[in-house]
């Protein structure tokens, strides 16, 4: 169909802006999956906050210090609650379930910050003396710029993270040969220099523990030197330069330069989640500083080469474009999002789709850790939920996109570590219910905690982790047809499944229920008139156990594997009553038609089963998709920043385009707080296009992404289905990429005047393509472009 697209590819490309950044949430992110970077881009002074995704507070001797329950465990500690609320009495069950639980995860730490002091001509640069100031983050180059003019002099600053080289570098350069550079590195931690020549270096000791911001103790944050000591880290720095260059024990001055190339790269004392970190700081910078080394011997020009080579291997395989005003497109980001908000900008929606997976291949690589709640960028000692991997929603969110917009690698962290996760859950399914398997609970951080934390049972009791996570596991075999991953997959499926089997429960109906039960993380309201959470058979609860003993049941058949576990998981699934209706014609929260406290809550734990789930489909079940439907209308629109990303997918899965399109826009308006908010009244974006939850979360860019792409291609009925929640604003576009189930890489474009797309499958398979309601059958050959067309 030709060219459909006649849209500035800046609009959906870059984010861009008039100024440099004062605070962090306006800071461009940067990163290689291990080292995490946020430039301000200064004119004067400037900083570049620095992370290490392995930099975390505490040790595995700190889990287990932290890990002795408040109450009693076991199989006869479960009875007992069950045994209270068979007997109605909701509030002694709430008493008991605390008893199960312990302690804290850790936090996720700023590494520190390099600052900068620049001179041009032997003068400070101010605001007002400059001209043509322009700052810039290219997602498909991976770099941020900042450039200006002073007194006839162009300065430029370029800054990237090297996944190939393993280093930051940051480069400025100088239309004449008056370019001066004072750096410094700091730290929240504790810290000392280290004495360098030619370069800096600072030694790091992290604590051995930080209590969650929400929690009031005597030491929030606690360093030792005893067996729960932290680990140690360090940060190496060295320059290259045309310029004459000084250092002291903390500075590191460069002058009469027309370019200046610092490289920088950190080193942890992380070993694993069950190994006591015991390199010490200095053994760190060694290794830091050899890396360092290495990519000083190269050419600048090599470093950004092979680092935008790298990049672009994961960026390119997918992009959207959507046609907009150019005018829109043409303003800097932060006042083009204030402006969206009364004006129709489609490019602005493709940005954000694209900045998604940008975020993923920044912060999630093969080897190392899963994306916490802010990814792997965090300036603060006490974060936010201790921007941990909050896994009752936040961290699943996080790789929603991984596998539909094709970023599989990218999904390698967690799916490797959900194996960890399963190894250290099998004590925790043991000692606290007396259960086989393995569990986990709504937190989990570096050292693989899987506890509930002590806390309100509508979160802490919560053991549906693990049910949750495998999930991706099947999701990534789904996706690409890898056989061999899903075998190895195997033991980690079967033993959240066996944990599922032990802790169901049979109801006097006959049916099975779980039980204590909570939904994440709202109340009902009880007989009393008061709040509580624990009861029976939260819809959520059976709609992860139903869909996970199908997956493991699908999984056995693929793999030819034979386990009475199976037959066992096939029996009690036929037994899981259906999600309720409830009067109001909504799905119901729990097994009873209970009142919620809040009935504009944040989670829809019980529209799991719509998505991202597939058990429920308006043409499989056009009754609980209505049910479902009437939910979303009753919880409303307004809502966190990612629960907002979650409606979006939500509604994309009912085809509701309109209500699609409405919750993208309530997404991409400028976020008016930075504190914690439940309600959602400050949610948004922030102005470098972070989610607010408030305060900042990356699940929300992550969600808002696969919303999209949900919005374009769906998949998971076993059709492809093309454009089910186009919006009618979205006028033109194109999107290229998109991964269906079973290996197929979809390309659309379409006009008014009709829709194109493009499938090439990893192996030959016969497909159907639905298009609204035509239906189309087609063979597909492997690695061959077939091509399908509809007006």
Known sequence: MGNLVSSDRAGTQ???????????????????????????GGIGRDRIGLNDETLWSGSPETARSLSAPLGATGADAVRAVRDALRAGDIRRAHELACGFHSGYSQAYLPLGDLLLDIRVDGTTPAADDVAHYRRELDLDAAVATAEFEIGGVAVRQEVFVSAPDGVLVQRMTASKPVLALTCQLTSQLHSRPHAVDDGLGLLLQAPADVAPPHRDVPEPIRYSDGADRGMEAAIALRASTDGDVRTSDSELTVESATEITLILSSATGYDGPFTAPTRTAEECWLSADQTVLAALDREYGQL??????????????????????????????????????????????????NYGRYLMAASSRPGGLPTNLQGIWNDILRPPWSSNFTVNINTEMNYWPAETTNLSECHEPLLRYIGELAQAGRSTARERYGCGGWTAHHNADAWCWTNPVEGDPRWSNWPMAGAWLVRHLWDHYAFTGDLEFLGESWRVLRGAAEFCLDWLVEMPDGSLGTAPSTSPENDYIAHDGQPASVTESSTMDLALISDLFHRVEQAAELLDVVDPLVEELAAARKRLPDPPVGAQGQLQEWAADLPEEDPHHRHMSHLIGLHPGDAITPDKNPKLAAAAERTLDLRGDEATGWSLAWKINLRARLRDAVAAHRLVRAFLTPANDTSTDYVGSGAGVYPNLFCAHPPFQIDGNFGATAGIAEMLLQSHTGEIELLPALPAEWTSGRVTGLRARGGVVVDIAWTPYGVEAVLTANRDQERIVRRGGDRMPVRLTAGIGHRVSSS
């Open 14 to 40: 870059r984010l861009v802006y008039d100024r440099p950044a004062e605070t962090w949430l306006e800071a461009l992110p940067l990163g290689n999956g291990r080292i995490g970077a946020m430039c301000f």
């Open 304 to 353: 950004v080469s092979d680092h935008q080579q790298d990049h672009r291997r994961l960026f390119r395989r997918a992009s959207l474009e959507l046609a907009g005003a150019a005018e829109q497109s043409g303003l800097p980001t932060d006042v083009r999002v204030a402006r969206a908000v009364d004006v129709e900008d489609p490019a602005l929606a493709a940005l954000i789709f």
